[in-house]
């Protein structure tokens, strides 16, 4: 028995190791990665998704605001409790059993606490993965709720593109059972569509039917530098041009960026004497077997003709080793986090458009803020770029928290009005975007979700974001 009545009543439901509530136990889930952090009323884990309801329906007669959390990597402060000690969050963590692969239908259902990473193990023993790549270990379930892009998405989509079916509980208990397992599936309205990407606000995802995808069988990787933003859009338009079904990653590198990784990952080198404005990941990857088509030989000769046509835009091309290159664009954000003062976007803009907006936003800071250096990087196959801006506090000569309240509008508002943007590319809404949710978002889509909030969870106890 605890002093909390509800406490004692979840510990009935869901046994040993189901609620934790002293403040060690708790740390881990009331920290959020890079923002967020608060106190909860305590961390429930349930195990199946008849406990998840019940939680909810204990939750709702008490009217306790919940979080529904995942691995807690998401980057917009929507998976932890604020700072009143009075809201419970909800871990899927132990709600990760079930892996069901049907090798023949291409696809798996799995309990959305599962671990992208497990459900890859257990994938590869079939020879496949579900291809949605990024460098955290997220939940499927959290991965629906932010609708995850990563690396690999101009080839394969994100998760909105890889769902077949859910089954979601909604704030008042109510199961929604939609574990549909057919691609093709034209009958009325897809609910499932509800739950991607709204962070949870909606319902918990305590299983998803997804599409997965062979293991490749070869991969040829690039690193390719170039001296401006138009070049590396030529080489993307080249790729897609002869070699467009193979290509599966086009991540882009600033020399800024590059300079941090170099400076604070002592395991890496240089790959180029003279780091380029940009140096391009190209990944290719194929099922087919190299004995039969050499994806390596295929990238050397697209990017020996590119060198041709683009002169001096290309600097060096090299090929091969792409543990070291992949390494690199894996640590650029903590990197950056050494260097000093971060400002960390996530913005994407019709990608032809990318030249032109990232010249404008090094002129903005070149005029008013001189000390602050753009530091980007990103998915450029995709339009996506983290904008990223470091600077020294003692050159800048002002706290952190007013070179973000002077720059953050500017650059949303230059990438939303002024190249028709988005805020938040793939990292979704949560309490670190929420004031740009509320000024960007049409004033019809916020009724709709009032509307479909209303249904889905008529006490409001999903509401660590406001969508409506
Ligand atoms: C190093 C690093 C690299 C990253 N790279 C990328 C990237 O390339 N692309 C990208 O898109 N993201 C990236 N992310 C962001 C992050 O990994 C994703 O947003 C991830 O999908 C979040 O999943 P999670 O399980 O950690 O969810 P959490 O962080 O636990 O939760 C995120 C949101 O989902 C909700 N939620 C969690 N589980 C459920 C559930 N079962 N049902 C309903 N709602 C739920 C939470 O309430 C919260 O609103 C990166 C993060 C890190 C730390």
Not at 132 to 150: H, K, R
Not at 162 to 170: I, Q
Not at 205 to 214: D, G, N
């Amino acid at each position: 028995m605890t002093a909390d009545p509800l406490v004692d009543a979840f510990a009935r439901l869901l046994g040993p190791g189901g609620v934790l509530t002293s403040p060690e136990d708790r740390a881990r889930f009331e920290k959020g990665w890079r923002y967020g952090a608060g106190t909860a009323r305590c961390i429930v884990r349930p195990s199946s998704t008849a406990e998840v309801a019940a939680v909810l329906r204990l939750c709702g007669e008490q009217r306790v605001r919940v979080v529904p959390q995942g691995a807690n990597t998401g980057l917009v402060a929507a998976s932890t409790p604020d700072a009143s000690g009075a809201m419970v969050v909800l871990s899927l963590e132990r709600l990760n059993r079930r892996i069901e692969v049907d090798v023949h239908g291409r696809t798996v259902v799995v309990d959305g606490g599962v671990l992208l990473s497990q459900l890859n193990e257990a994938l590869a023993k079939d020879w496949f993965w579900f291809p949605v790549d990024l460098g955290a270990d997220p939940q499927i379930g959290g991965m629906v709720a932010t609708n995850t892009g990563g690396t690999r998405l101009l080839r394969y989509g994100d998760v909105r593109h890889n769902l077949l079916g859910l089954e979601v509980v909604l704030g008042d208990g109510r199961v929604l059972t939609q574990l549909n397992r057919l691609r093709k599936n034209n009958t009325g309205l897809d609910p499932k569509h509800l739950f991607v990407g709204t962070t949870g606000v909606f319902g918990v995802v305590t299983r998803a039917v997804l599409q997965i995808a062979p293991l490749p069988q070869q991969r040829a990787v690039a690193l390719v530098a170039c001296q401006d933003g138009d070049t590396v859009l030529e080489l993307l338009t080249a790729l897609e041009g002869q070699l467009g079904e193979v290509l599966s990653a086009f991540e882009v590198m600033s020399a800024n960026a590059l300079e941090a990784v170099f400076a604070h990952q002592p395991n890496l080198r240089k790959p180029f004497a003279v780091l380029p404005r940009y140096a391009v990941l190209v990944e290719l990857s194929s099922t087919l077997p190299a004995s039969s088509f050499s994806l390596e030989a295929a990238l050397q000769a697209r990017l020996e003709w590119f060198v041709e046509q683009a002169g001096d835009g290309v600097l060096d091309v090299l090929v091969g080793n792409g543990d070291e290159f992949w390494q690199m664009r894996h640590h650029i954000s903590e990197s950056l986090r050494s260097v000093g003062k971060m400002l960390a976007f996530d913005i994407s803009v019709p990608r032809s458009m990318l030249p032109a907006f990232t010249g404008e936003v090094e002129r903005l800071l070149a005029a008013d803020w001189p000390a602050v250096r753009l530091c980007d990087y990103g998915h450029w196959g995709d339009g996506g770029t983290h904008l990223n801006l470091v600077w020294a506090e003692a050159a800048v000569g002002k706290p952190a928290a007013e070179v973000v309240a002077a720059l953050q509008p500017r650059i949303y508002e230059l990438a939303v009005h002024g190249y028709g943007g988005s805020y938040s590319a793939e990292h979704g809404v949560g309490p670190h975007n929420q004031r740009y949710y509320d000024l960007y978002t049409d004033p019809v889509v916020k009724q709709l979700c009032g509307l479909l909030g209303d249904f889905c969870d008529p006490g409001q106890l999903l509401a660590t974001v406001r969508l409506r």
